[in-house]
């Protein structure tokens, strides 16, 4: 965590390339937030007001977004992070499996992140748009579909695998 | 000029107006929540949906421009359908803790409901939970609850106070307002956002469990807080008895719609400066016997100030009486100051303003730094000179008696000059230093008490109205003066709407609207 946010020298130049795409400073909110987590993982109160003094709007208006978009977080994660689709069609086929699933395996609740910092996870309450695949989670930003508890515990098993062959 | 037909009517609007506002015009009132004539078009209610003629679909009445031969229903069988639809929608997580809500009474929430409501809930699921009640500045109090996203106080704090405080956060149902972290909702015009929210989420955190709001009667009035002379609605205990509020009469003010001066606005220090009214109030005139002010009737009391006032003018005469007015007295006061102080009697040291005035804090919005609602008056009456001379001379004994309208002379310099007077008479309203330090005080009456006129700073004549009776044994300064002038053995009239058809030509009922605003080029507008 920091204290204070700025974008490194490579990203300054990103963010320059994007407010050439808008026609209004505003308008770059979305990108410039999209830079900010990928650079820190997350969007801090420190990140938002940055992006609100290069953007020129009030720092309020950059909260309204963050808030309202669920793909942007407002806390550090995990290493990995997984979000779970709650929306209906995940519901009906089990999402409640995969929640109670992924509570056991990792010792933390949604929203919570693992001691040693590896995981963390939450429940996303609007559609992850994979319906097909419910229930479904995504890893990092893949999608793993047709979730039983049984594939959720082979999904995790695999992770830490891949980590310790230093793949 | 487009000409429309709405619910039958035809209307002729300039062009741009929207359909809500041309049917205003012709006093047809759609139902809207997010829509105010002071903010940006937000289109989030969806109340005001009417039904327009080749429109396939209903329309939003506060963005749809009127146009041409447009025909417009806002009671068609689809129209009340979606209102009721709306509101069921609005009302779909809402509380309905209305028998604690301090907007209950005048909550558009409810008062919609009784025309287009639906009466019987199908709502069978849990309602969302959120935060209650809680202060998210100095004067206001959150309910996130209540509120039904409408954005009214966000775009209030992002166009019209420019401080940013308020955002919607999160998303869907979980939608809230609130506070961006770390901020406070304490700019100058904070209290606004109360008036305008349609629903209890914002509430007044004074006002707040006083007093239910159909026992409130209204006066019109004009906030005395600085030269701006805003309008404003006193709201005061009216069926009630005043011991069930401690006391207090004002319970809150509330700023009334001039287009030329405060439009919809007033700021803080205006809407919670009402204490005076109420508190520390001299209610009863005073004498100075030995050492001790003690209470007194009035007869004697104005019998000892006419036989100083009549001894010092036959031993020194116009120079022997000094008198300071106050940018705080009406118009109708200052005139009847003028005509037994100046014209009758021809005193030579007479003044109004005040030089040590700190002057209050000023912004390009409202508030102005000249703390008084009558300085304008003061000049435009032929007031000059100021107090630093007389006080000079009534410290040298050149002045016998002094008579202090309103003022606190008692500070610093003045208080240093005050103290060397001889004889000082007070007339004010409240208590401080100076009537303290007089020998005659002689309660007068607040703004509320007594009808009159203001001339804000730019030149507008404005009335206000008496709403309360003066206070104890307070009575309103004209009428202390042309007391004071009959002992003196003149005649003055002691009302203020003889005093001002005597000054203007038309009484002050005539005057344009109550309180409302006057050309500043022809001063009176009939």
């Not at chain 1, 400073?25 to 900010?36: D, G, I, V, Y």
């Not at chain 1, 395996?105 to 996870?121: C, F, M, N, Q, R």
Request: charged fraction near 25%; proline fraction near 5%.
């Amino acid at each position: 965590m920091s204290a204070s946010f700025e974008f490194t020298p490579e990203n300054k130049k990103r963010f320059e390339e994007i407010l050439r795409r808008y026609p209004t400073k505003r308008a770059a909110m979305l990108p410039s937030l999209h830079l900010t987590q990928e650079q820190e993982g997350y969007i801090s109160p420190e990140a938002e007001q940055y992006i609100a003094d290069l953007l020129e709007v009030p720092v309020v208006d950059v909260r309204e977004v963050v808030s309202f978009y669920t793909m942007f977080t407002r806390n550090p994660l995990g290493k990995h992070h997984i979000r779970v689709c709650e929306s209906l069609s995940c519901w009906v086929r089990g999402s409640d499996e995969v929640k109670e699933t992924l509570e056991k395996e990792l010792g933390v609740e949604s929203g919570g992140i693992t001691e040693d910092g590896e995981y963390s996870w939450e429940v996303i309450p609007d559609c992850l748009g994979a319906c097909e695949l419910a229930p479904m989670l995504q890893l990092d930003g893949y999608f793993e579909g047709n979730l039983t508890r049984e594939k959720v515990v082979e999904l995790l098993k695999k992770q830490a695998a891949s980590k310790t062959s230093g793949k | 000029m487009p000409t429309l037909t709405i619910d039958g009517q035809e209307v002729t609007v300039d062009a741009g107006t929207t359909v809500i506002q041309a049917a205003e015009q012709i006093g047809i009132n759609i139902p809207r929540y997010c829509y105010h004539p002071g903010l940006s078009l937000a289109g989030r209610c969806r109340m005001c949906l009417v039904e327009i003629e080749t429109f396939p679909n209903l329309q939003i009445a506060c963005y749809t421009r009127a146009q041409d031969e447009m025909v417009v229903s806002t009671t068609s069988e689809r129209v009340l359908s979606a209102r009721q639809s709306m509101l069921e929608f609005l009302l779909s997580n809402h509380p309905l803790d209305c028998p604690v809500c301090d907007q209950s009474g005048e909550c558009d929430l409810q008062n919609f409901y009784m025309d287009h409501g639906q009466y019987q809930s199908r709502f069978l699921e849990n309602k969302v939970k959120k935060k209650k009640a809680f202060p998210i500045g100095p004067h206001v109090i959150l309910d996130q609850e209540r509120c039904i996203l409408c954005t009214r106080c966000v775009r209030f704090t992002e166009e019209v106070s420019k401080s940013n405080e308020l955002g919607v956060f999160n998303r869907g149902s979980r939608s809230v307002i609130d506070l961006y972290p770390t901020k406070s909702l304490d700019n100058p015009y904070s209290g606004n956002v109360i008036d305008i929210c349609p629903v209890g989420a914002l509430t007044e955190r004074e006002f707040r469990f006083k007093c239910r709001v159909w026992y409130l009667a209204s006066q019109e009035s004009i906030c005395t807080g600085c030269s701006r002379g805003c309008n404003i609605s006193l709201d005061y205990n009216g069926s009630r008895r005043a011991y069930k509020a401690g006391g207090r009469r004002v319970m809150r003010i509330k700023p009334r719609y001039n287009p030329d001066i405060n439009k919809w606005w007033i700021c803080d220090e205006g809407r919670f400066g009402y204490g005076f009214i109420d508190t520390d109030r001299i209610e009863t005139p005073m004498q100075r016997t030995t050492s001790d002010l003690e209470p007194s009737d009035w007869d004697p009391a104005l019998a000892r100030v006419a036989e100083t006032v009549k001894a010092a003018y036959s031993e020194k005469g116009a120079n022997g009486v000094g008198v300071i007015v106050s940018p705080q007295l009406s118009n109708e006061e200052l005139l009847a100051c003028r005509e037994l102080f100046v014209e009758k009697m021809k005193l030579t040291n007479v003044a109004a303003l005040n030089p040590w005035e700190e002057p209050g804090e000023a912004d390009d919005f409202l508030r102005n730094a000249d703390r008084n609602p009558n300085t304008k008056g003061v000049e435009d009456l032929g007031y000059s000179g100021d107090a630093k001379a007389v006080l000079e001379k009534a410290a040298e004994g050149e002045i016998e008696v002094l008579i202090i309208f309103r003022h606190n002379l008692a500070d610093g310099e003045a208080g240093k000059l005050l103290e060397k007077a001889k004889f000082v008479v007070y007339v004010g309203t409240n208590w401080n230093a100076t009537a303290e330090r007089a020998h005659v005080v002689l309660p007068g009456a607040t703004h509320a008490e007594k009808d009159g006129t203001f001339t804000n700073f730019e030149g507008r004549v404005q009335r206000f109205k008496q709403a309360l009776l003066p206070i104890g044994d307070s009575r309103n300064d004209s009428q202390i003066i042309s007391e004071m002038a009959a002992k003196l053995g003149y005649s003055l009239p002691a009302s203020a709407d003889e005093i001002f058809e005597a000054w203007k030509g038309i009484s002050l009922d005539e005057l344009s609207g109550s309180g409302s605003s006057v050309d500043p080029d022809t001063a009176v507008q009939a």
